[in-house]
């Protein structure tokens, strides 16, 4: 399949001080053609379409696009050239609706009511429904993507590029997605995706760049290789898998009954009658797509959010009105999503950051005085049995990757010996061998005998470790079934449906 | 083109090094600020700074270093404390004044009872508890209502202003003071005077409770559970909460000990130095004390030494005013200039400056 390129990229360098982040990149992408670009954490794919959408000039290297030179100086330039781009992190404006979000983006926008019919026309064309007059802050992740796809789309443009969209996305949306690329493509839209999904890569890409440490390691069609071979040229090494362990389950360690919560935020998700039970040596995973009240359950469970008494039980005990320190003691810990100022303090060492939930369980707190000491060896012994690479454990949070903070905040709380770990998103951003290693502990600490809720919008992390699955939409937690056996469909039907999405109706419609 | 590029992690030499780059940059500034107004700059600058260390009247000045500095390191220290962890008492010196007030309302009210051991720390009790009091004001309805304690703790120093002048006129007015606003003189109360510990030196309690309180900060921040916690709110106050900070306990404690602390310092003044409740007891330490603060660096011995510097320009600029003429509004602007370059050379700790064009993001 050769198509004529639309874009080349001829030897792209980009150094920041201490890291080469691209390494005298090249690849093209033909018209028409989806690419992917993949690789782990820190390979240098942001830094490249960041170079590609014009927000960091390159070092060295030149690009063309469509035949003549290409060298955006912002991504002002780069809109005009007709290169768009999807970010990962949505900046839509809650407090607006989905017409005034588009407007902001755009140089000249035109009349509210003139884009606001624009907005439907492309929406509908692409399959993407979308009422232009709702306030964004009561969308859901998946609708708040079409905001910015359409946004995208608006501008007509010839290279659109992707940054993880599936992430926030249930299967059924996720497949929705795929329609309307492939309805793109087959108008001679060029697609660059970024991801590390990679049975999406290979269901929906036609070419595959694959980075490693800044530079390209191979191109290769994906449709032709497995996705443990892609996922081993990302890592450059073989790949572990966890492996599953003997299932004895004990007596129930945490049980939650009919549990309320309102959310603090005006946009967040108020928790809504949960309930339910978590054996000793159980991993129970908990899906959902991002938004329907992960945040507000771990938060209820760490003990940052106060519940009724009775309502949150350990070990029979009631918790629920005890403070995070007061849960440690009694064996409940928890590791949030947001690694940098949540779990952990940026600014502060790793010693600091190893006191800062451990000082309670590792009696590192003597008359009100810490023993910085203990705090320091207790880092220490994270950083050597989750080979967290540092240089030591008087750096500071911050300057970890974050897979290897990851690997510290998820050690801290298991070397603690909890009796119920409950995390949210353990391998959020991580790299595969991370990633696998965060999910082996896991899975270690549930075999001794702990019981482990694993909160994750990764279905397929779901799948790998937990006993059960339960699904939790829009703050209501669906009753637990067995997990083994389990399909992506009826998963994705727990998961609460595409939220009424439709399909494309790819070759119904007119091209605008 | 100048552009700034964030700092990978903030510069530890920079932030060392900003107080220093302020203080020079603030003597080019305001020699040159002199220079506009008709006086010899490089006159103006040492007489500032040099002429109250190693001039000819360095001997009285000396002394004054240390009364001055006193008050400013206690309220310091507390406030940096609370800053540390982003509770911004800005209303020190109403707490100041109050404590003054309560601290010199119970040694009047002894007068003329002759018992130091009793009446003397009784005052000092009075005193940290006014400013305590005066404190919890902001905290209690920042705690209860989430009102702003930057808004609330402010404008009650002028509250705390007109009750001070209640006072001086009405009930601490000297009864044998011929109708003059204005207390008993509490230096001449034997019981209740706050005088000199080492003649010449400018060495009183109030001194020796600023160097306490420098330490303790220290030990504080450093090794106790609760000054970690400070340290946390400030730096990432969702960690805090996950580590189990509560915030309300926090804003509590942060504004109480800063309240108490500024209450200590208008009690040593009132029985020291100022000897008497009067209209114009406050001179502005309270506010002058946030600059100190963040001159150094929100750290205890970074404090002790901003708030000596502090006291010289005091000094000094008292000193310029009487044999140079210069206006007491420019002093001031002088020592605005300080705060105003130290913020603006803090930004070197986040960023590196960079010239040249790159492309804008």
Redesign the interface.
Known sequence: MSRPDLIGIDGLTKAY?GVVANDGVSFSVGRGEVHALLGENGAGKSTLVKMIY????PDAGQMTFAGTPYA???PNEARATGVAMVFQHFSLFEALDVAENVALGMENPPPMRALASQIRDVSETYGLPLDPTRLVGDLSAGERQRVEIVRCLLQDPKLLIMDEPTSVLTPQEVEILFETLRKLQSEGTSILYISHKLEEIRALCDGATILRLGKVVATCDPRERSARELAEMMVGAELRTPTARSHAMGDVALSIKGLNLRSASPFGTSLKDISIEVREGEVLGIGGVAGNGQDELLGAL???LRAPRDAILLGGAPVGHL????R?KLGLL?A?E?RL????????SLT?NA???A??RKGL?RN???D?QGARAYAEEVIRDFDVRTPGPGN?A??LSGGNLQKFVIGREILQKPKVLVVNQPTWGVDASAAAAIRQALLDLAAEGAAVIVISQDLDEIMEISDRFAALNEGRLSAPVDARGLTLEQIGLMLGGAHGMEVAHVGEETAI | MIRLEKRAAPSRTWSYLTPLVAVIATMIAGGLMFAALGKDPVEAIRTIFWDPLFGEFAFYYRGQLLVKAGPLILIAIGLALGFRAGIWNIGAEGQYIMGAICGAAVGLAFYPMEARWLIFPLMILGGAVGGFLWAMIPGILKTRFNTNEILVSLLLVYVAEQILASMSLGLLRNPEGAGFPGSRNLRQYESAANNELIAGTGMHWGVVAALIAVIFAYILLSRHIMGFNIRLTGESPRAARFAGVNPNRLILFCLGLSGALAGLAGLFEVAGPAGQISIDFNVGYGFTAIIVAFLGRLHPIGILLAGLLMALTYIGGEAAQSSLGLPSAAIQAFQGMLLFFLLAFDVLTHFRVKFGREAAA
């Open positions: 001080p014009g927000l960091v000039k955006p100086g912002s760490s003990g940052e403070g995070p320190n007061a440690r928890a949030p947001e100022g949540h779990a952990a303090a940026p600014n502060m600091e006191a800062l939930t000082h309670t707190v009100g005085f810490l910085w500071a911050g300057a």
